[in-house]
Protein backbone atom coordinates (compact mmCIF):
# COMPACT_ATOMS: atom_id res chain seq x y z
CA UNK A 1 0.00 0.00 0.00
CA UNK A 2 1.30 3.48 -0.02
CA UNK A 3 3.14 5.09 2.67
CA UNK A 4 2.55 8.28 4.77
CA UNK A 5 5.00 9.80 6.29
CA UNK A 6 5.28 11.82 9.38
CA UNK A 7 7.96 14.21 10.93
CA UNK A 8 8.78 14.24 13.85
CA UNK A 9 7.40 11.56 15.21
CA UNK A 10 7.44 12.78 18.62
CA UNK A 11 8.02 16.50 19.95
CA UNK A 12 8.49 18.04 23.43
CA UNK A 13 8.18 21.88 23.64
CA UNK A 14 7.47 24.67 25.76
CA UNK A 15 3.97 26.85 26.36
CA UNK A 16 3.99 29.36 24.01
CA UNK A 17 6.33 28.45 21.36
CA UNK A 18 5.16 26.57 17.98
CA UNK A 19 5.27 23.66 16.55
CA UNK A 20 5.18 22.51 12.81
CA UNK A 21 4.68 18.74 12.05
CA UNK A 22 5.43 17.93 8.38
CA UNK A 23 2.89 14.75 6.53
CA UNK A 24 4.79 13.87 3.22
CA UNK A 25 3.04 11.48 0.84
CA UNK A 26 6.06 8.84 -0.13
CA UNK A 27 5.06 7.03 -3.27
CA UNK A 28 1.79 9.05 -4.37
CA UNK A 29 0.43 12.56 -4.93
CA UNK A 30 -1.76 13.69 -2.93
CA UNK A 31 -3.88 16.76 -3.49
CA UNK A 32 -6.23 16.22 -0.50
CA UNK A 33 -4.81 15.55 3.14
CA UNK A 34 -6.28 15.66 6.47
CA UNK A 35 -5.31 16.73 9.97
CA UNK A 36 -6.87 14.38 12.87
CA UNK A 37 -6.25 14.50 16.66
CA UNK A 38 -6.60 11.44 18.55
CA UNK A 39 -7.21 11.85 22.28
CA UNK A 40 -6.08 8.97 24.79
CA UNK A 41 -8.48 6.17 24.40
CA UNK A 42 -10.62 7.83 21.72
CA UNK A 43 -11.26 8.02 18.41
CA UNK A 44 -9.46 10.05 15.45
CA UNK A 45 -11.11 13.51 15.51
CA UNK A 46 -10.85 15.48 11.58
CA UNK A 47 -9.55 18.80 12.76
CA UNK A 48 -9.06 19.77 8.98
CA UNK A 49 -9.02 18.69 5.36
CA UNK A 50 -6.11 20.30 3.77
CA UNK A 51 -6.22 20.69 -0.04
CA UNK A 52 -3.10 21.67 -2.27
CA UNK A 53 -3.06 25.21 -3.66
CA UNK A 54 -5.83 26.64 -1.61
CA UNK A 55 -7.04 27.00 1.70
CA UNK A 56 -7.55 24.27 4.07
CA UNK A 57 -11.22 23.62 5.15
CA UNK A 58 -11.65 23.51 9.15
CA UNK A 59 -14.19 21.51 11.15
CA UNK A 60 -16.44 23.17 13.45
CA UNK A 61 -14.56 24.24 16.80
CA UNK A 62 -10.91 23.80 15.72
CA UNK A 63 -9.28 27.41 15.83
CA UNK A 64 -8.01 28.27 11.86
CA UNK A 65 -5.52 30.78 13.85
CA UNK A 66 -4.21 28.29 16.08
CA UNK A 67 -3.60 25.42 13.68
CA UNK A 68 -2.13 26.36 10.61
CA UNK A 69 -2.13 24.25 7.17
CA UNK A 70 0.00 24.89 4.75
CA UNK A 71 -0.31 22.16 1.37
CA UNK A 72 2.19 23.72 -0.96
CA UNK A 73 3.05 20.51 -2.82
CA UNK A 74 1.31 17.82 -3.97
CA UNK A 75 3.31 15.40 -1.59
CA UNK A 76 3.78 17.81 1.85
CA UNK A 77 1.10 19.15 4.01
CA UNK A 78 2.12 20.77 7.20
CA UNK A 79 0.34 21.63 10.28
CA UNK A 80 1.39 24.11 12.70
CA UNK A 81 0.56 24.65 16.30
CA UNK A 82 0.90 27.67 17.06
CA UNK A 83 1.33 29.13 20.87
CA UNK A 84 1.10 25.90 22.45
CA UNK A 85 -0.39 25.18 25.33
CA UNK A 86 -0.83 22.21 27.79
CA UNK A 87 -4.47 21.51 26.46
CA UNK A 88 -2.77 20.94 22.70
CA UNK A 89 -1.06 17.94 23.97
CA UNK A 90 -2.22 15.34 22.03
CA UNK A 91 -1.32 13.22 19.19
CA UNK A 92 -1.85 14.16 15.76
CA UNK A 93 -2.41 12.21 12.70
CA UNK A 94 -2.30 12.85 8.91
CA UNK A 95 -3.62 11.20 5.89
CA UNK A 96 -3.16 11.28 2.62
CA UNK A 97 -6.05 10.33 -0.44
CA UNK A 98 -4.32 8.24 -2.78
CA UNK A 99 -7.08 8.83 -6.40
CA UNK A 100 -4.73 7.28 -8.35
CA UNK A 101 -5.14 4.10 -10.60
CA UNK A 102 -9.08 3.92 -10.21
CA UNK A 103 -8.48 3.72 -6.33
CA UNK A 104 -9.36 6.45 -3.38
CA UNK A 105 -8.36 5.50 -0.19
CA UNK A 106 -6.83 7.46 2.71
CA UNK A 107 -3.71 5.99 3.76
CA UNK A 108 -2.58 7.59 7.22
CA UNK A 109 0.74 8.44 8.75
CA UNK A 110 2.38 7.16 11.77
CA UNK A 111 1.65 10.22 13.83
CA UNK A 112 3.26 12.71 15.94
CA UNK A 113 2.74 13.12 19.61
CA UNK A 114 2.59 16.21 20.81
CA UNK A 115 3.28 17.70 24.27
CA UNK A 116 3.06 21.05 26.13
CA UNK A 117 5.09 21.79 28.84
CA UNK B 1 -24.56 14.50 10.68
CA UNK B 2 -22.85 11.65 10.29
CA UNK B 3 -21.83 9.20 13.27
CA UNK B 4 -20.47 5.75 13.87
CA UNK B 5 -21.01 3.49 16.45
CA UNK B 6 -19.10 0.45 17.37
CA UNK B 7 -20.71 -1.53 20.31
CA UNK B 8 -17.95 -2.71 21.87
CA UNK B 9 -14.98 -1.09 23.20
CA UNK B 10 -13.36 -3.94 24.50
CA UNK B 11 -13.21 -7.47 23.25
CA UNK B 12 -10.89 -10.44 24.86
CA UNK B 13 -10.97 -13.83 22.89
CA UNK B 14 -9.12 -16.76 22.93
CA UNK B 15 -7.08 -17.91 20.33
CA UNK B 16 -8.88 -19.62 16.91
CA UNK B 17 -12.05 -18.19 18.35
CA UNK B 18 -14.22 -16.56 15.70
CA UNK B 19 -14.66 -12.61 16.02
CA UNK B 20 -17.27 -9.99 14.77
CA UNK B 21 -16.89 -6.93 15.22
CA UNK B 22 -20.26 -4.35 15.17
CA UNK B 23 -20.27 -0.76 13.36
CA UNK B 24 -23.67 0.95 12.73
CA UNK B 25 -23.72 4.56 10.72
CA UNK B 26 -25.88 7.21 10.72
CA UNK B 27 -25.80 8.94 7.59
CA UNK B 28 -28.36 9.98 4.87
CA UNK B 29 -26.77 9.21 1.77
CA UNK B 30 -24.69 6.36 -0.02
CA UNK B 31 -21.58 5.44 1.79
CA UNK B 32 -18.24 3.81 1.27
CA UNK B 33 -17.08 2.22 4.68
CA UNK B 34 -13.68 0.93 6.08
CA UNK B 35 -12.24 -0.82 8.52
CA UNK B 36 -8.57 0.03 9.79
CA UNK B 37 -6.72 -1.33 12.09
CA UNK B 38 -4.37 0.07 14.63
CA UNK B 39 -1.30 -2.44 15.80
CA UNK B 40 0.09 -1.44 19.44
CA UNK B 41 2.89 1.15 18.00
CA UNK B 42 1.58 1.45 14.96
CA UNK B 43 -0.05 3.66 12.37
CA UNK B 44 -3.75 2.97 11.27
CA UNK B 45 -3.58 0.31 8.34
CA UNK B 46 -6.10 -0.32 6.03
CA UNK B 47 -8.06 -3.98 6.39
CA UNK B 48 -10.68 -3.68 4.20
CA UNK B 49 -13.39 -1.15 2.27
CA UNK B 50 -16.53 -1.15 0.32
CA UNK B 51 -17.44 0.99 -2.44
CA UNK B 52 -20.05 -0.63 -4.33
CA UNK B 53 -20.84 -4.62 -6.10
CA UNK B 54 -20.47 -7.26 -3.51
CA UNK B 55 -21.41 -6.79 -0.02
CA UNK B 56 -19.35 -9.32 1.22
CA UNK B 57 -15.72 -7.79 1.34
CA UNK B 58 -12.69 -9.80 2.05
CA UNK B 59 -9.68 -7.53 3.37
CA UNK B 60 -6.22 -8.60 4.21
CA UNK B 61 -5.20 -10.97 6.68
CA UNK B 62 -8.42 -13.23 6.97
CA UNK B 63 -10.72 -10.08 7.66
CA UNK B 64 -13.97 -9.52 5.57
CA UNK B 65 -16.89 -7.34 6.10
CA UNK B 66 -20.78 -7.55 5.11
CA UNK B 67 -22.46 -4.48 4.30
CA UNK B 68 -26.27 -4.36 4.93
CA UNK B 69 -27.88 -1.54 4.04
CA UNK B 70 -30.96 -1.85 5.67
CA UNK B 71 -29.06 -2.59 8.68
CA UNK B 72 -26.64 0.22 8.30
CA UNK B 73 -24.43 -1.90 9.08
CA UNK B 74 -20.64 -3.35 8.35
CA UNK B 75 -19.72 -5.78 10.60
CA UNK B 76 -16.03 -6.90 10.64
CA UNK B 77 -15.81 -10.82 10.89
CA UNK B 78 -12.71 -13.35 11.16
CA UNK B 79 -13.32 -16.99 11.87
CA UNK B 80 -10.78 -17.95 13.78
CA UNK B 81 -7.92 -15.04 14.95
CA UNK B 82 -4.66 -15.39 15.97
CA UNK B 83 -2.91 -13.69 19.05
CA UNK B 84 -1.30 -11.19 16.26
CA UNK B 85 -4.62 -9.57 15.61
CA UNK B 86 -4.51 -7.56 19.17
CA UNK B 87 -4.96 -4.30 18.11
CA UNK B 88 -7.75 -1.60 17.96
CA UNK B 89 -10.12 -1.76 15.23
CA UNK B 90 -11.54 0.95 14.00
CA UNK B 91 -14.92 1.25 11.38
CA UNK B 92 -15.13 4.61 9.32
CA UNK B 93 -17.85 5.77 7.04
CA UNK B 94 -17.57 8.87 4.18
CA UNK B 95 -20.42 10.00 1.97
CA UNK B 96 -19.80 9.50 -1.82
CA UNK B 97 -20.21 13.15 -1.92
CA UNK B 98 -17.93 14.10 0.13
CA UNK B 99 -14.23 13.11 1.30
CA UNK B 100 -14.44 13.42 5.21
CA UNK B 101 -13.69 10.02 6.92
CA UNK B 102 -16.13 9.70 10.17
CA UNK B 103 -14.74 7.33 12.56
CA UNK B 104 -16.42 5.01 15.45
CA UNK B 105 -14.97 5.15 19.15
CA UNK B 106 -12.77 1.83 18.46
CA UNK B 107 -13.22 -1.75 19.44
CA UNK B 108 -9.71 -2.71 20.98
CA UNK B 109 -9.35 -6.31 20.45
CA UNK B 110 -7.16 -8.43 22.60
CA UNK B 111 -6.16 -12.35 21.96
CA UNK B 112 -5.16 -14.42 24.75
CA UNK B 113 -2.68 -17.02 23.05
Known amino acids: GAVVSQHPSWVICKSGTSVKIECRSL??????MFWYRQFPKQSLMLMAT?????????EQGVEKDKFLINHASLTLSTLTVTSAHPEDSSFYIC?????????????FGPGTRLTVL | AQSVSQHNHHVILSEAASLELGCNYS??????LFWYVQYPGQHLQLLLKYFSGDPLVKGIKGFEAEFIKSKFSFNLRKPSVQWSDTAEYFC???????????FGAGTILRVKS
Open chain 2, 27 to 32: YGGTVN
Open chain 1, 95 to 107: SARDQGGGTDTQY
Open chain 1, 27 to 32: DFQATT
Open chain 1, 50 to 58: SNEGSKATY
Open chain 2, 92 to 102: AVEGKSGNKLV
